[in-house]
């Protein structure tokens, strides 16, 4: 069974500062896929990296997928009250056609 | 253009009764998936249809099962209702499947008294 362990769980910040959340596997994935969710809302993709090694960056965010394709990292720098979310990783099970999430981390970033 | 739309919002059921929540996918859009969001267990994939044919299946029991019209609508149906169903269910809709960028409706709230 592939799974995705994200860490932390919850992180509560004060607005300028900097954060990683971590998305760790012993399995490969063929790409990754971050989402944000808000309360009482369905996730929204943020990016998917698929190349090892990859790095994307959106605005303050920066993404990140290990070599080896079984971890990544998101990392914003100088938080704002409007990133406060539920932040997920998803991989792509190769072969199975299925989409696993990991457990989420529960950002709040205090003004 | 039209998001995922995914009716009702909220839903009140007891133990033993069955429901059918209703998903509808953004236009053009082939594939429908669903998933169950609980705090415990996170988000975890239950089914994926696409065109009308149920693709890939996740690990719960043959309570929960689902269908997918010629329109691309898709219905999620779960019989002999358990507390433990209570969740946020979501469904996400893509051009050709889960892998692709996927777009997710705001969910039904079941609630299992």
């Known amino acids: 069974t592939q799974l995705l362990e994200q860490s932390p769980q919850f992180l509560s910040i004060q607005e300028g500062e900097n954060l990683t959340v971590y998305c760790n596997s012993s399995s490969v994935f063929s790409s990754l896929q971050w989402y944000r969710q808000e309360p009482g809302e369905g996730p929204v993709l943020l990016v998917t990296?698929?190349?090892?090694?990859e790095v994307k960056k959106l605005k303050r965010l920066t993404f990140q997928f290990g070599d080896a394709r079984k971890d990544s990292s998101l990392h914003i720098t100088a938080a704002q009250p409007g990133d406060t979310g539920l932040y997920l990783c998803a991989g792509a099970a190769s072969n199975t056609g299925k989409l696993i999430f990991g457990q989420g981390t529960t950002l709040q970033v205090k003004p | 253009k039209a998001g995922v739309t995914q009716t009702p919002r909220y839903l009140i059921k007891t133990r033993g009764q069955q429901v059918t929540l209703s998903c509808s996918p953004i236009s053009g859009h082939r594939s429908v998936s669903w998933y169950q969001q609980t705090p415990g267990q996170g988000l975890q994939f239950l089914f994926e249809y696409f065109s009308e044919t149920q693709r890939n299946k996740g690990n719960f029991p043959g309570r929960f099962s689902g269908r997918q019209f010629s329109n691309s609508r898709s219905e999620m149906n779960v019989s002999t209702l358990e507390l433990g169903d209570s969740a946020l269910y979501l469904c996400?809709?893509?051009?050709?499947?889960?892998?692709?960028?996927?777009?997710f409706g705001s969910g039904t709230q079941l609630s299992v008294l």
């Open positions: 990296v698929v190349t090892g090694g």
């Open positions: 996400a809709s893509s051009l050709g499947g889960v892998y692709e960028k996927l777009f």
